[in-house]
């Protein structure tokens, strides 16, 4: 059994950064997990994942996109030594926005029972796995009704993965702040 490893923090806090460089001190045998949907919507989006894979592609990674299955890409993954997931933010909007018109039956119950189960099958692996996610429990409360369920239901997978995480870092302002157990 293999370790599992949550980065959270806030947006551009360095979560990213941070987590490629610690997979990097791990081992060359890698892969980037990609969650970004594969057909973004806007030049911005474009051209930050144009960035991303340029630098990822120059320090030697493998790049998988994957926005809803996360386990299967795990066990697709499995040859490597190191899976890094980024993000879980983004994995939960997916799950979110797949359900079209049906958004509001999409519960915390069922974001737990998914979270529960990526937890399940990364333990199956036997490298270490590296999720990103954002902190949402600071800010505001968002004023619709779909960021507020956006909001709770990330929230509650980054509980499921913090707890069942052998570590978590929270960044702040790019500095890694361990909460829970130790970075090998």
């Known amino acids: 059994m293999g370790r599992v490893h949550l980065i959270t923090g806030g947006c551009r806090s360095g979560k990213s950064s941070y987590a490629q460089n610690l997979a990097e001190s791990i081992s060359s045998s890698r892969i980037y997990i990609a969650t970004c949907p594969?057909?973004?919507t806007d030049k911005e989006?474009?051209?930050?994942i144009e960035k991303h894979k340029e630098i990822?592609?120059?320090?030697?990674?493998?790049?998988?996109?994957?926005?809803?299955?996360l386990s299967e890409a795990i066990m697709k993954a499995d040859e490597y030594e190191?899976?890094?997931?980024?993000?879980?933010?983004?994995?939960?909007?997916?799950?979110l926005l797949t359900r079209g018109d049906e958004w509001l039956s999409f519960t915390e119950e069922i974001?737990?029972?998914?979270?529960?189960?990526?937890l399940k099958d990364a333990a199956k692996y036997a490298g270490t796995l590296l999720f990103v996610t954002n902190e949402v429990g600071?800010?505001?409360?968002?004023?619709n009704d779909l960021a507020r369920r956006y909001r709770d239901l990330l929230g509650r997978c980054n509980q499921?993965?913090?707890?069942?995480a052998d570590s978590v870092t929270m960044m702040v302002s790019g500095i890694p702040m361990l909460l829970k157990g130790s970075v090998e």
């Open 56 to 69: 990822r592609g120059s320090t030697g990674w493998q790049t998988m996109e994957e926005t809803v299955h």
């Open 82 to 95: 190191v899976i890094l997931i980024d993000c879980l933010s983004l994995w939960v909007s997916n799950l």
């Open 160 to 164: 499921i993965i913090a707890a069942g």
């Open 38 to 40: 594969i057909m973004p």
């Open 138 to 143: 600071m800010g505001i409360v968002p004023s």
């Open 111 to 118: 974001m737990s029972d998914h979270s529960a189960d990526l």
């Open 45 to 48: 989006m474009i051209a930050r």
